[in-house]
């Protein structure tokens, strides 16, 4: 997928390899601070973020948070955990490569992810992708649902853990920046990044060679990696950032319902109302449904049904067993 294939070594199309990420679901608010499972990063990047919120009540499953671009604080998300506490489930807040305590030296948060950087951001895609697995496996080992949520630029990094094997019961994208050469080419936001590249004397890369780079990949180039029932794709009609056509040729592709909301793209992530709802509405039907069909313990094989000749022969040995006391069992 895009330029996820450039590299044999690395298997799952491009992600690494890791193994599952134990974390702890208490009942209180905690942020951890872990070794990345990616081995060998530079700090900051070496340690992973995570921040866990409690459910009210009982816990059901847990939503991952995969986050926008630039995100300045985990609690930036306090809307969408108000959506999920109520549901019985933990959030648990993945912080980004780059972003927030990951942020390096001389950078704001997310500054130096995105950018003409091609080889630095597709290895720090494919790290943040192969996180968000890790921390996936981990959590399902604790033999609970779980959802994972990505949120814009966040979209990428949850659609790669999804389709490198990440064991999710659904998947959630709102406005998910599907197809960064869009956002990159034909957006004011894209228009910016081409004068402050010019600006600093560096060569504007032309639509061909971001074609021909797949940059960093396209719709057309997704598998669906879970049952359609099982994903929430939802973009602003008046999306400047990431054009709605990105998120049509997405649903296209995938076969699945595209929710449309008259709004564009921060105000779609901060002030509309009704995708929080949708989106809890959601997880609620996933819940009831994986509830509703529990994993099937290992049962008993039946007794061989006998003829009846077979149940006489039986019962004639029982018999002279019971009558010679059992001496001979």
Known sequence: MGPLDGDPNLPVRGLPDVAPL?????NRKVHLTLPSPIRGLDA??????????????DSRGVVIFSPFWQIPSPWALTRYLKVVKPLGLHAVIYTPPDHMKRTPPGYFSGERLLGWDFPYMQQMLRVAAGELTALAKGLAAQGKPVYLVGLSLGG????MAAL??????????ITPAADVQESMGRTPIG????????RSGDKVPSDELLT????????????????AERI??????????????????????????????PCGHMSLLFLEPEVRSDLGKFLQT??????????????????????????????????LLASQGGSQA
């Open 286 to 319: 996933r819940l009831a449904r994986d509830a509703a069909a529990p994993v099937a313990s290992p049962q008993p094989a039946p007794e061989p049904r006998l003829t009846r000749h077979a149940r006489h022969a039986r019962r004639v040995a029982e018999l």
């Open 44 to 57: 900051p990047n070496d340690a992973l973020h995570l921040d866990v919120v409690p459910p009210k009540g």
């Open 232 to 261: 929430f794709l939802a973009h602003g009609v008046h999306d400047a950032v990431v054009p709605f056509g990105v998120a049509e040729a997405l649903a296209e592709s995938w076969q699945v319902p595209l929710r449309g909301y």
């Open 164 to 173: 490198g094997g990440a064991p999710l019961s659904g998947l959630a994208l």
């Open 22 to 26: 134990s974390v702890p679901l208490g």
């Open 212 to 227: 021909e780079l797949g940059f960093p990949f396209r719709p057309r180039s997704f598998e669906r990696p879970l049952d």
């Open 156 to 159: 990428i990094y949850a659609a």
């Open 191 to 198: 228009e910016r990044y081409r004068k402050l590249l010019a």
